[in-house]
């Protein structure tokens, strides 16, 4: 059950101010709606700086109140103020998901508010938070109409009902999510509509800034920078995208700006599971005639939060609040979609983005309970990809990703588990080796085969071994 709460309480609805009551044998009734345009306090940052010096004129010049010049000025005034209220005029959606995020929501959504465009509506959607955000939501729905404030009774735990809720009612012709932890720079929205708008893109996206809260300290890849086509061009197609699109994939929701007669005719929704953005991601990318790529910071999100919930942490207790499963199926589901829509010519960077997106999951994610599992499930779709595409070169593997890759495909978990330990190496992949049998429960270690016990034990004293070898 949602609730609505409109933002900007004690306007004037347009339909009360009848123009056609201004003539020129009425001074009083031009007063009346002189009066009226007053009540409905023509605020400054609502209306073009044309119109601004007309609202001036009307409110606070000594004009002659009964001449046909001042009618025709207070006409056109209230017809720009009528349209500045007026949601259906606002191009960018901006789809906000909230959940127990006080301590970061006004720096949130104040640089929605300031953006430099400013034909917005915000849609927030608040997943029945139990800290005080919902009421600095309702202050800033209070303070600006465009503020969409809509409260959800009941915890979903996941963002996609308010991601999914709030397309359905986006009343702009593009849409785009943000995080309530995250924030825009002040020119990311109109730098978004200008790509796609001079393009004609179905989508745009740009290069996240990450600030991490707990080491104060912002990062970004170099290599997401440089994304584009083959020949350097920043408007492409999948197809045509380079090395670095798919060695360094953006997974995630934020912030990406969509046509939203795109986002719906592709059907494109979030499913209710951890890491429900990526297929999205994946199934936009592989069916948009065009992407626009903006190689410029514009957005900057929160990991290792001091406060609320930390999805996004790496550290092993944090992890356990995702299920690597579902981020292994969320990505099996998108490459079912791709291929039912018999979308050609991205296997070799599905390939690879979809082996990265894997190891991601079983790095940082896997535990006792959900091992064994995970690497069945990515080995049956990195399998799947290369059943279905029998050419494929490898183009984007380097000759270790590509061994580990083979490692993965291998028929048992087990002959994986023991391979790594005889291909100990250093690098990328070196910490997921470990992770993989470093977090064993030993309480649980009983119930392991005799043959399993003596290679998780062995495997462990060879990591102690080399970790203290280094010490010296």
């Known amino acids: 059950m949602i609730a609505s709460r409109g933002g900007g309480g004690g306007n004037l609805s347009p339909r009360e101010m009848n123009l056609d009551n201004l003539d020129n044998s009425s001074a009083s009734s031009t007063l009346k709606q ?7 306090r023509l605020e400054e940052s609502k209306i073009e700086s044309g119109v601004k010096s007309k609202a ?4 606070f010049k000594n004009l002659d ?18 349209k500045a209220l007026e949601h259906p005029s606002a191009l960018v959606s901006l789809i906000v998901s909230n959940y127990n995020n006080k301590a970061y929501i006004d720096e949130c959504i104040n640089s929605l508010r300031e953006q430099s465009f400013k034909e917005l509506e915000i849609i927030i959607v608040d997943d029945a938070s139990s800290d005080d955000s919902l009421t600095l939501l309702k202050k800033h729905a209070d303070e600006d109409k465009r503020i969409r404030l809509f409260e959800s009774k009941q915890r979903s735990g996941h963002p996609s009902l308010a991601r999914n809720y709030g397309v359905s009612i986006a009343k702009g012709e593009y849409i785009a999510f943000v995080d309530s932890d995250d924030y825009l720079a002040l020119d990311c929205v109109e730098s978004h509509l200008k790509a796609i ?3 004609d893109a179905d989508m745009a996206y740009c290069v996240n800034n990450i600030y991490n809260e707990a080491k104060d300290e912002y990062t970004h890849s170099p290599f997401r920078a440089r994304h584009a086509s083959k020949t350097g061009a920043l408007v492409f197609k999948a197809s045509e995208a380079n090395s670095n699109f798919w060695r360094h994939f953006n997974a995630g929701a934020c912030f990406k700006m969509y046509k939203k007669e795109f986002f719906l005719k592709e059907g494109l929704c979030f499913q209710d599971c951890d890491f429900e953005d990526t297929d999205v991601s994946f199934i936009a990318f592989a069916c948009a005639k065009k992407i626009c790529f903006v190689p410029r910071l514009l957005y900057t999100a929160r990991m290792n939060k001091r406060y609320g919930v930390n999805r996004g942490n790496m550290d092993s207790t944090i992890a356990k609040l995702s299920n690597p499963l579902d981020g292994i199926r969320i990505i099996t589901r998108s490459y079912e ?4 829509r018999g979308i050609k010519g991205l296997e070799e960077g599905l390939l690879y983005a979809y082996f990265d997106v894997c190891t991601y999951y079983l790095n940082f994610f896997t535990e006792e ?8 499930e990515a080995r049956e779709l990195l399998a799947s990809v290369l059943r279905d595409n029998p050419d494929i070169r490898y183009i984007y593997f380097k000759s270790g990703e590509k061994k580990l890759l083979f490692m993965l495909l291998d028929a048992t978990p087990l002959k994986f588990i023991v391979e790594c330990m005889v291909s100990i190496r250093c690098g990328a992949y070196g910490s ?6 470093n977090g064993i429960d030993k309480s649980k270690y009983q119930n392991y085969p005799k043959p399993m016990k003596l290679i998780i034990y062995s495997y462990k004293i060879f990591i102690r071994l080399l970790r203290r070898k280094s010490c010296f």
């Open 337 to 340: 979609v791709i291929k039912q």
């Open 56 to 59: 001036k004129e009307i409110r």
């Open 432 to 437: 997921l080796k470990e992770r993989l049998l």
């Open 369 to 376: 309970s959900n091992l064994f599992d995970s690497l069945r």
């Open 34 to 40: 002189a009066s009226l345009l007053d009540k409905a």
């Open 197 to 199: 708008e001079s393009s």
């Open 65 to 82: 109140l009964a001449s046909p010049s001042f009618i025709e000025s207070c006409k056109e005034a209230l017809l720009e103020y009528n």
